[in-house]
């Protein structure tokens, strides 16, 4: 192994090079990273957070480290690799910055426990608040996705299921259900769990109908719970709390308790009569506009929607929808999805310029 208490040519311990390189490159590391949660996602909590710990390091970074630096002789700056050389997306840079974070956390609670006898376990709690502060962005993420959703596509057994949903998501659908009642739990889990990556492909959100043990199985974003289906407390309880639980509601009780038991967001429906779900009455555009008025959550008007009665779903108030067959059955989903997502820009135009009201139904009486 060599002497381990090897000085460097300047005198100095490798120990201190080792803290001092990896102290730099945390609070680089960070400092990217923050940058994003400050300019990119308008985020003070989580910028706050990144500078806190910044600042933590500083107080560890002290000038016998810091003179213990030279470059000039340190044989790892010319070591790079391609990959560094090039990002595709933002959403990498950021990845790619916290692995790195996380990587010189870990180095630097190892060999701090050599240099100070608090360092190892002060720099384990800040791995630990860079770990949370990396889940609470993929939560974040995935809330940011689920509020700018228009369009949800409910999946029905079909044996086009991938390519529909891919076309879908070609035409910039973001939210996928997976909704299967006719198969087993192995043909489910395989399905899920390749739709969970497809889904993921286009950065949207997979959600998994009724089956938290299947969403888990497959790092699904979350489930969509029916009046019957586990309480939400426990779902989120089994999925953990960066996952997104959706329910059903019907009418506005319903949708009073859903949203007091913790809703990410609420289906509202059926608004018409549909042969997806034969045993539910609908609810009818009324509840459509109780639902503008009324919903604190997100919330989808769901059942018997299509092109040819969408405007009076929209005209009801509803910024969001979700369907089944109107895409499941489209010969051209991409071209159905851009559809419905042209006219949800196209209402939107209209509110924006104050034409059409904002939360409240277009009344033209
Ligand atoms: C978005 C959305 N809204 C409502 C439902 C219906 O759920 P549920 O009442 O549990 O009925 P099933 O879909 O399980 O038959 C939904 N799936 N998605
Ligand atoms: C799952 C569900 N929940 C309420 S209505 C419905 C089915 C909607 O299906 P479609 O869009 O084909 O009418
Ligand atoms: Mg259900």
């Not at 950065?203 to 109908?209: E, G, P, S, T």
Request: hydrophobic share 40%; charged share 25%; aromatic share 8%.
């Amino acid at each position: 192994m060599g002497d381990l208490n090897h000085k460097t040519k300047l005198g100095q311990p490798a120990l201190y090079r080792i803290l001092d390189a990896n102290l730099d490159r945390a609070r680089e590391g960070i400092r990217t990273i923050e940058e994003w949660f400050r300019f990119g996602l308008d985020n003070s909590e989580m910028a706050a957070e990144c500078k806190n710990l910044r600042q933590q390091l500083a107080q560890w970074h002290s000038n016998e480290l810091r003179m213990s630096r030279d470059t000039t002789t340190d044989v790892g700056t010319q070591l790079s690799h391609p990959s560094e050389e090039n990002r595709e997306s933002l959403e990498q840079v950021i990845q790619v910055n916290f692995c790195r974070v996380e990587e010189a956390l870990r180095v630097l609670e190892e060999y701090g426990k050599v240099y100070h006898p608090n360092m190892g376990a002060a720099v384990k709690q800040m791995r630990y608040r860079v770990y949370t502060l990396e889940s609470n962005l993929l939560a974040y993420g995935r809330h940011q996705t689920l509020q700018r959703a228009n369009l949800y596509l409910v999946t029905s057994p079909s044996e086009r299921l991938m390519s529909v949903v891919e076309a879908a998501l070609q035409g910039g659908l973001k939210v996928v259900q997976y909704r299967d009642k006719d198969t087993d739990d192995h043909q489910r889990w395989k399905n899920a769990r390749q739709l969970c990556q497809l889904c993921h492909r286009y950065n949207a959100l997979f959600l998994v109908n009724d089956r938290v043990d299947i969403a888990i199985a497959v790092n699904a974003d979350g489930v969509h719970l029916g009046q019957q289906d586990l309480p939400i407390a426990v779902a989120k309880q089994l999925l953990g709390p960066q996952k997104i639980v959706g329910k059903s509601t019907t009418n506005p009780e319903e949708m009073k308790l859903a949203i007091a038991e913790g809703a990410d967001y609420i289906g509202v429906g059926p608004v018409y009569a549909t042969p997806t779900k034969p045993d539910k009455q609908a609810a009818g555009l009324e509840y459509v506009r109780h639902a503008t008025r009324h919903a604190s959550v997100p919330w989808f008007a769901i059942g018997g929607i299509n092109m040819n009665n969408f405007d009076d779903v929209l005209m009801a108030g509803a910024t969001r929808v979700a369907v089944v067959r109107s895409l499941m059955q489209a010969e051209q989903p991409t071209l159905v999805t851009q559809y419905f997502l042209s006219q949800f820009t196209r209402v939107q135009t209209l509110r924006d310029r104050q034409i059409l009201p904002e939360n409240a139904p277009a009344d033209f009486s």
